[in-house]
């Protein structure tokens, strides 16, 4: 681990729970850094456990490209929002922090597999997005996918 909890009651330590964030996830921040630079960004995504990967969408060119192409080492962390707490002055909520490195993904199948996917996470019945987009959609031309590969994530409750 990267720090020390001072509340070690608060640390997910389950695998399986932070995997269960991130699947029921809708949106990361990702920071992205270039030589003293900081640059933070929320884009929604799709998780896939087996390849222990996120997977987002954005346009062809842009900030995001450019500090990605300079340092492909990021950050960022899915909050799962469980609400204020009235009269205790506290919030509940579980979030997970990954860290890995980002690329843009090129080939066609997986680009498509890629998009396929956050489309299943992010919308409440896919079947007709999916339809819509279909295989080889023109569509997935007019868009960059980033794959994160992560290589380390912690997770935190709050109550």
Same mark, same amino acid.
């Given at each position: 681990?990267?720090? !020390?909890? !001072?509340?070690?009651?608060?640390?997910?330590?389950?695998?399986?729970?932070?995997?269960?964030?991130?699947?029921?996830?809708?949106?990361?921040?990702?920071?992205?850094?270039?030589?003293?630079?900081?640059?933070?960004?929320?884009?929604?995504?799709?998780?896939?456990?087996?390849?222990? =990967?996120?997977?987002?969408?954005?346009?062809?060119?842009?900030?995001?490209?450019?500090?990605? =192409?300079?340092?492909?080492?990021?950050?960022?962390?899915?909050?799962?929002?469980?609400?204020?707490?009235?009269?205790?002055?506290?919030? =509940?909520?579980?979030?997970?922090?990954?860290?890995?490195?980002?690329?843009?993904?090129?080939?066609?199948?997986?680009?498509?597999?890629?998009?396929?996917?956050?489309?299943?996470?992010?919308?409440?019945?896919?079947?007709?997005?999916?339809?819509?987009?279909?295989?080889?959609?023109?569509?997935?031309?007019?868009?960059?996918?980033?794959?994160?590969?992560?290589?380390?994530?912690?997770?935190?409750?709050?109550?």
């Amino acid at each position: 681990m990267r720090y !020390h909890m !001072h509340k070690r009651e608060q640390l997910i330590e389950e695998q399986s729970e932070l995997e269960e964030v991130l699947r029921d996830g809708r949106y990361m921040t990702l920071a992205l850094c270039r030589a003293n630079e900081p640059y933070v960004v929320t884009l929604s995504y799709g998780y896939d456990a087996e390849e222990r =990967a996120l997977y987002f969408h954005t346009a062809l060119e842009g900030l995001k490209l450019a500090f990605i =192409a300079e340092n492909s080492a990021v950050c960022g962390t899915v909050i799962e929002d469980r609400g204020y707490q009235e009269g205790r002055c506290s919030h =509940a909520y579980r979030s997970v922090v990954v860290w890995g490195d980002i690329r843009e993904v090129t080939e066609p199948d997986e680009k498509e597999r890629c998009m396929l996917l956050m489309v299943d996470q992010l919308e409440a019945d896919p079947t007709k997005m999916r339809r819509r987009l279909g295989r080889r959609n023109a569509a997935y031309d007019k868009v960059t996918v980033l794959r994160l590969d992560i290589r380390e994530m912690s997770g935190r409750v709050g109550t």
